[in-house]
């Protein structure tokens, strides 16, 4: 095979507490043509900064200070600007963990796909546009032929993670840097982008680095694997030997964690009801509903589990609840009383008792304020609380989600996904809420740290009694939190009852098809799964398509 990409002895600092320090200490790394390498590690362990610095690129804050990166005859660590450009986007292309983040939100998403191509040269405008759509179909996107008219803001974020792959793969690139692709996306989805990602690297011939956080995941598309912590490569080899056999205790302790299931929650006496949501329907800026017709009650001390494909309508229920989509029928009690549509019609003290936090950490968290403003505002604006009592808040706050006090002073672009995420949980627990709505809360985080921060929920919930309506497409944080589960579908509800009701056979179809597509250890997991009925049903098309079928 034709060596694509080489690193040897790669070492990179970061500055950090007015000091320089080693983030990825002397790591080699190949990739062949037509070869897919997985990297896998903790949230810090250097995944992402090793993925960039391929392309010759460094974060702020950060420097090469030894190595070779190789990538075809050109030495990255000392090709010049003009040489880079020509490279990155067109021969080597990037997927970024937040597309949220990663597009301009001023300009359509088929413009800024043509970009590439057309800047350097590939395609005519008209000739990127037909190949976006073209994309945009084969990614199974809603209405390919339009949807790329839309604004970043104006579509899922599973549908805009898609768009973002669709976006690297314009150039027919040598190399693609996948950057957590699938995070953002619902189980079945997730499927179908993993099928897609597969077959375009054979069709194209080109290699790929996936860096992820979840072993099921790099089984179905990785060759090889590379397993990291604190910058260092603790393990490599082929994916099916290491899966099947790893040598190293912190690999074992990954493929435990990802193996293990949930966590069994204790009992808890029955409360009294927090939530209660009846017959809610809305809608944005008069288009059709989002929401149709939707029942859920949420018990005070307990957690509800909304689970659906991306576009089901999970967040924008919970936009309705926080006020910022009014419903256009159907009324919300909090509490037994009455809770305003608008947000701005609420008072301070219940805005205080709801609080949300973010499926995207990068959108969620001022890029200007450190972290212990970031903690601090809610603190005093709740509270009043100021001074050495508010230091010490913001301290215990940061103890709460596992971090030390050294990241009071950082700015979010100094920390990892995980570690951004973990922060806008301290903020919604800064303000001591009755209902936490938690919108992809773990999807974010490496499956060590996830595991610990539905510990540490679970734990906030026995002693304090707050309610959490918990967003998700992981089914195994579901069994491991839920009390109850809502399934949706197109903005309804399709089922709804006790875990054990959900989750114990037989089930309703749709809630099958999310069973069926959480992925295995297993390497040949995806392709024996695309060949069963359930995989015939992923490829008969998006969620509207199966609605109508599942209705008739």
């Known amino acids: 095979m034709t060596r694509l990409l080489t690193m040897k002895n790669l070492v990179i600092e970061g500055f950090q507490k007015e000091t ?8 080699d790394l190949h990739v062949d043509r037509g070869e897919v390498m997985g990297l896998i590690g903790e949230s810090g362990a250097g995944k992402s900064t090793i993925g960039i610095a391929s392309m010759g690129f460094c974060r702020p804050g950060c420097r090469i200070v030894n190595g070779s990166i190789q990538f075809g005859d050109t030495e990255m660590t000392m090709a010049s600007d003009a040489v880079l450009r020509r490279i990155r986007g067109v021969r080597i292309s990037y997927v ?24 350097h040269g590939i395609m005519s405008h008209t000739e990127a546009e037909l190949h976006a759509r073209e994309l945009y179909r084969r990614f199974d996107l809603p209405d390919p032929d339009t949807i790329g008219n839309r604004f970043p803001h104006q579509v899922s974020g599973g549908q805009l993670q898609r768009a973002m792959v669709a976006m690297a793969m314009a150039c027919k690139p040598d190399l693609i840097v996948f950057d957590e692709p699938t995070t953002a996306l619902d189980v079945t989805t997730q499927i179908e982008v993993l099928a897609t990602i597969k077959e375009a690297i054979r069709d194209l011939n080109s290699a790929a680095i996936y860096i992820t956080h979840d072993l099921a995941v790099v089984a179905q598309v990785a060759d090889r694997i590379m397993v990291l912590r604190h910058g260092k490569v603790v393990e490599e080899g082929p994916s099916r030997a290491l899966l099947a056999s790893p040598k190293e205790d912190y690999t074992r302790a990954l493929l435990s964690v990802r193996k293990g299931g949930g966590t069994k929650i204790p009992h808890r006496h029955e409360g009294e009801p927090l939530l209660d949501i009846e017959g809610v329907t809305a809608a944005y800026g008069g288009g059709p509903p989002v929401l149709q017709d939707v029942n859920l009650r949420l018990t005070r001390g307990k957690t509800v589990a909304l689970v659906g494909e991306s576009g089901s309508g ?25 809770l305003p549509a608008k947000l701005g019609d609420r008072q301070k003290e219940t805005l205080r008792r709801i609080q949300m936090i973010y499926q995207m950490p990068d959108v969620a968290l001022n890029p200007r304020q450190k972290v212990h403003e970031i903690l601090g505002r809610p603190v005093e604006f709740y509270f009043g609380t100021r001074g050495t009592e508010k230091r010490r808040r913001v301290a215990e706050l940061l103890e709460q989600i596992e971090l030390s006090d050294h990241y009071l002073t950082r700015f979010p672009s100094e920390l990892s996904g995980g570690e951004k995420q973990r922060v806008c949980i301290a903020r919604a627990l800064a303000t001591k809420p009755d209902l936490i709505i938690c919108d992809e809360v773990t999807s974010a985080l490496d499956q060590l ?7 540490l929920l679970q734990r906030l919930q026995n002693e304090l009694g707050v309610s959490y309506l918990f967003i ?24 709804h009852g006790t875990r054990e009701e959900v989750l114990t056979p037989p089930h309703h179809e ?8 959480v992925p295995e250890m297993d390497p040949d997991w995806l392709d024996n799964l695309l060949k069963t009925r359930v995989g015939a049903k992923l490829r008969e098309g998006p969620a509207s398509e199966r609605l109508s079928r599942i209705e008739r």
Not at 105 to 115: D, G, K, S, V, Y
Not at 482 to 493: C, T
């Open 314 to 338: 999970k967040s924008s229920l919970a936009r309705v609840i926080t006020g910022l989509l009014p419903p256009a029928r159907g009324s919300i009690a909090f509490d037994g009383a009455e």
């Open 510 to 517: 749709y809630t099958e098809l999310l069973l069926a597509s």
């Open 20 to 27: 320089w320090s080693q983030i990825v200490s002397g790591v």
């Open 449 to 455: 740290v996830a595991k610990e921060i539905l510990k």
């Open 472 to 495: 998700t497409h992981d089914l195994a944080t579901v069994k491991a939190i839920a009390d109850e589960i809502v399934v949706m579908l197109q903005g309804k509800v399709v089922e």
């Open 96 to 119: 970024a963990q937040s597309a949220a983040a990663s597009f301009d939100p001023a300009h359509r998403l088929i413009r800024q796909h043509a970009e590439a191509p057309v800047r």
